[in-house]
């Protein structure tokens, strides 16, 4: 192998004498003689992020001056990605730096652009690194020699499919020389893709670590719960000849079950923790750490958070087979199922499915749990491309023009839309309609204009982006009802108590404990509340107080329209910066008050939202010609309410 004798001693001190298959295979045809791009192809713990490593660190021992650029799609994956090569690297003297957007509210995690200039390795998220790009920062990324992008089946995303190849273009765009490395475990079509990314397919089925997989049918969900306790107790008793303890990861469908299934199995002895989106990072971290040093026998997770789960388990249990009120995929089953077992750790992994016959998560459901078991034990993952959407395209198009400061040429832009997978559209048309709204100007070079930089920059589509401005040119919605449109606050649950009265009076069969579901919003009665006797006098006067504080409006369609929702917003909010409120007290309001639990994670996140949502109407806002003076008015209030959320 053509590898730096110090990365060579490196990987041996780590134990690591012998390639696996799929870095032998790519390292074989040409990944380091000839730097070809590739697809690597290859289950979970079969080595495909050595592969990138290997490549990548091979150039930076060469050339510090040069990068490698490992892009990821959600947080969790960034942090553990972090920490794996700050521990690895360091001795080879290389600068790892994160780019994950900053924090705004959680302590110890900031952000700078000043750091990438002499970072060696630069780990990032999708939006984070196109953040950069967007805002017509390119250069400070200076020269990428190799770019991996982790979980490439993130593609058929229909939500973030066409960012991400539209980011893909915009780096190819800009770095041509670079070689590109694309990581996954789950993809239809690999060999189309492969084409279409102009890259080798390296492809290796066969796992590292075994896999053995049991259905076992439920007759409710008490017998799963048995279950789970039993195997993950049994797992945890037993050391593998690695000299690690059997660790679990037990997926649900919803972060309240994760925290309920948690507590469960702890009440019986069986140390877990829950894991999902919507702890904090340090909450998050802490988790990971507990797990790394098998403090704790497993963690229970939802299946959102399956790319980010990189912890060493020896089996996976499926306590269900959705993902929130919907079936999981076949690629979201196998990314989930590749969990379990890890090399040099367990010689045999294993995975669990607990299925109740005739079981669904809502009525809207068509098939039940073991039906869906059988067609992902034997499904096809679907190919990669998307629907064709002309929004996503312009606003990918809109974006890629939006990093030239200077203008570029219609030679640099048709080598973008050629680099495009989906790129079903006519390059003419589609431009001439952004030239046609005023987001790209032609002087000599194709520009962004003001408003077209600052769409970009937001994150919005084109046509939503529209909508605002078409809101305020008519003046319909004040400037904050617009930003508390722009990314509802989603994760909103009754707390334990409130469901355990419920649970006495109504039937649960199909009841949600999301705040805003309508089984919920069915009790938003007074007089049906009051005539109820079987509910206590607490629940009563709860329910009262949620319809004169939230669900107070005149709307015909009471409570079901969207004024609720915006109430709640609005309060929190108002908690925020005219009370000065932590996010813990926030939470501890909520709760306390309104029996409403919302997870810390999720009320950082949101109040970041509500952040760069602030500003994204700001800059489109000053886009617009002839604004009202109202308008102008709320416009000059933003720094003020942006730093009271900051806190």
Known sequence: MKVPNALKKLLKDLNIHTLLPIQAISVDRGLLREYKNQLIMAPTSGGKTL??????????????????????????????????????????????????????????????????????????????????????????????????????????????????????????????????????????????????????????????????????????????????????????SIRSEFGYKGQSIVFTNTRKKCESLAEYLRNRGVWVKAYHSGLTNEERKRVEVEFQSQSIAGVVATAALAAGVDLPASQVIFESLAMGINWLTVADFEQMLGRAGRLKKHKLGRAYLLVQPEKIYSPKMETTEENIAVRLLNGKIRDFELTPNEDKSLTELLAFISMYKQGTSWKILHEFYDYLINGSYELNSVFGKLFERNLIKENGALQPTELGTAIAKSFLTVEQSFDIIHMIKKKTHSIKEIVLELKPLKNIYLSKAVVADLSKNVNMKYFSNNFFSSSVLSLMDANYIKKRSKFSREFINLVLRWINDIFNCKCEENPYCDCGRLNLEKKILELRINEGMSVNEIHDYLEGYYQILIFKGDLIDYLESLIYSFESIKNIAQGISYLDQSYQKELEEIPNIVEKIKG
């Open 51 to 236: 592969v990138g490593e290997i490549a990548g660190v091979s150039k930076l021992l060469k050339d510090k001056r040069d990068k490698m650029l490992y892009l990821v799609p959600i947080v969790a994956l960034a942090n553990i990605r972090e920490l794996e090569f700050k521990e690895k690297y360091r001795k080879l003297d290389l600068k790892v730096v994160k780019k994950v957007g900053e924090s705004l509210l959680e302590k110890g995690v900031k952000d700078s652009l000043e750091d990438l200039r002499d970072a060696n390795i630069v780990i990032g998220t999708y939006e984070a690194i196109d953040y950069i790009l967007r805002s017509g920062n390119k250069n400070v990324l200076g020269k990428v020699s190799t770019i991996i992008i982790d979980e490439i089946q993130t593609l058929i995303d229909p939500e973030r499919g066409f960012l991400l190849d539209g980011l893909i273009a915009r780096l190819k765009s800009i770095n041509r020389d670079a070689q590109y490395l694309y990581l996954s475990a789950t993809i239809g079509e690999p060999e189309i893709l492969a084409k279409k990314l102009e890259c080798q397919l390296i492809r290796y089925t066969n796992r590292p670590v075994p896999v053995e997989r049991h259905l076992i049918l439920c007759q409710n969900e008490k017998v799963k719960e048995q279950y789970i306790e039993k195997l993950v107790r049994a797992a945890f």
